[in-house]
Nanobody
Framework: QVQLVESGGGLVQAGGSLRLSCAAS????????LGWYRQAPGKQRELVAS??????TNYADSVKGRFTISRNNARTVSLQMNSLKPEDTAVYYC?????????WGEGTLVTVSS
């Protein structure tokens, strides 16, 4: 089992920045993919960014050039969000995949005011 705890959400004005962090605990050996997803009200959950154990990254088109995902160590993954827009408002979820099983955090709310 893997437990994930997100932090760093909050309220920010458009154009501002936030940094989200996700700390993993439990059985972390074998985690091969880490990512951030988000879900806005009335919308489906969508992938924001992901990073493999080898360091390869993938971003949604809507955040390319503004967001950066990084794996700080074996237990922590971060999402640096710059030039935030009101449409980035959502609950952001940390996700890791271990031996084909997805684990999710409880989410952290990001609100971008115009």
């Amino acid at each position: 089992q893997v437990q994930l705890v997100e932090s760093g959400g909050g309220l920010v004005q458009a154009g501002g920045s936030l940094r989200l962090s996700c700390a993993a605990s439990g059985s972390i050996a074998g985690i091969n993919l880490l990512g951030w997803y988000r879900q806005a009200p009335g919308k489906q959950r969508e992938l924001v960014a992901s990073i493999t154990s080898g360091g390869n990254t993938n971003y949604a088109d809507s955040v390319k050039g503004r967001f950066t995902i990084s794996r700080n160590n074996a237990r922590t993954v971060s999402l640096q969000m710059n030039s935030l827009k009101p449409e980035d408002t959502a609950v952001y979820y940390c996700n890791v995949r271990r031996f084909g099983i997805n684990y999710w955090g409880e989410g952290t709310l990001v609100t971008v005011s115009s």
